[in-house]
C-alpha cells in the first residue's frame, strides 16, 4: 500500500465519519477533492476494500445510488421523504424488536437491515391535502 493511497483512505473515512448522513462515491469525492490528489478510481477502490474489511457498509439509496457510511454498532436510521427527498434522523433502532420475532420465527440470524425508512414528510402530507 502506498502513501497516497493511505491518504485516500483516511480522507474517506474522516469524511464518512463527520457525516450524518449516508454518501455517495461522487460526494466523497466532492468533498475530499480539494484537499489533495484523489481521483474518483481510487476512492472506488478504497471504498470497495473498506467495504470488503467491514468497515463501511454500502446500500442502495431512494435514488437508486449506492450510498456509504461506517459500518459502526451504533444504529442509527434516516426517514427519507418520498417526495421531497427530505432526510430526518431517528434515534434508536425501530427494528431491533422486529429482528428478534423475525429470527424467532424464520431461525434466520439477522445481521443487517437497511439504514433508510422511507415516507412521506409533514409538509408534504399537508400539500398533497391541498
Ligand atoms: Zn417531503
Ligand atoms: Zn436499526
Not at 481510487?42 to 459500518?71: H, Q
Request: overall charge positive; hydrophobic content about 30%.
Amino acid at each position: 500500500m502506498n502513501l497516497k493511497k493511505t491518504k485516500t483512505r483516511e480522507a474517506i473515512l474522516s469524511i464518512l465519519s463527520n457525516s450524518k448522513f449516508p454518501l455517495t462515491a461522487d460526494e466523497i469525492f466532492e468533498k475530499i477533492k480539494s484537499n489533495g490528489n484523489f481521483t474518483l478510481s481510487t476512492i472506488y477502490r478504497s471504498l470497495f476494500s473498506f467495504e470488503i474489511a467491514g468497515i463501511i457498509k454500502k446500500e442502495v439509496s431512494t435514488d437508486k445510488k449506492s450510498v456509504y457510511s461506517l459500518n459502526t454498532p451504533m444504529d442509527k436510521h434516516v426517514l427519507v421523504c418520498v417526495k421531497c427527498h427530505k432526510k430526518v434522523i431517528i434515534s434508536g433502532c425501530p427494528y431491533h424488536e422486529a429482528n428478534k420475532k423475525i429470527s424467532h420465527e424464520t431461525g434466520f440470524q439477522i445481521i443487517d437491515h437497511n439504514t433508510e425508512i422511507y415516507g412521506i414528510c409533514p409538509e408534504c402530507l399537508k400539500k398533497g391535502e391541498k
